[in-house]
């Protein structure tokens, strides 16, 4: 996935490669993708966390690798992105209003979630989330 931007005070553009799906995060593009990891997680006993972006979005390409990262420090957690402009009618469904939005799954039901592209906060919420579990 590639964005473009301005850079500088003249009108150049730059593509600038950022990858929503690095690290052990699936990018999910159809319904059928996101229903299969969810049903995989289920399985598993895994908790999901899915990050509702845009490739276009600053705060989006900013957090990616950050979420990227996170996906191979908490292996507990099944890490997903969804492209709300891929999937605009499913994210719909979920009243995605803003991106990024972060939300977190288990056995199919909402936890949680989180909107905005703070790191720090983000990280937060996935120890809040873990350690709500881990009382359960």
């Given amino acids: 996935m590639f964005f473009a931007f301005q850079s500088g005070d003249d009108d150049s553009v730059e ?3 950022v990858n929503f799906a690095d690290g052990k995060v699936h990018l999910i593009t159809t319904k ?9 997680a289920n399985k598993q006993g895994k908790t999901v966390l ?12 900013t957090i990616a690798p ?3 990262e996170l996906s191979v420090k908490y ?15 499913f994210s719909s469904s ?7 939005t972060f ?3 288990k056995d199919g039901e909402q936890l949680d979630k989180l909107v905005g592209a703070n790191r720090s ?14 009382k359960n």
């Fill in 15 to 17: 593509e600038q490669p």
């Fill in 32 to 40: 059928a993708d996101w229903d299969r990891q969810l049903a995989d």
């Fill in 50 to 61: 899915v990050n509702f972006s845009v490739s276009w979005c600053k705060p989006c390409r």
């Fill in 66 to 68: 950050h979420f990227c």
């Fill in 75 to 89: 292996p507990s957690l099944v890490f997903l992105t969804v492209d709300v402009d891929e999937l605009p009618e």
């Fill in 94 to 100: 979920l009243e995605i209003k803003a991106t990024p």
């Fill in 103 to 105: 939300f977190f799954f």
């Fill in 121 to 134: 906060d983000l990280g937060k919420k996935i120890t809040e989330v873990l350690n709500q579990l881990s």
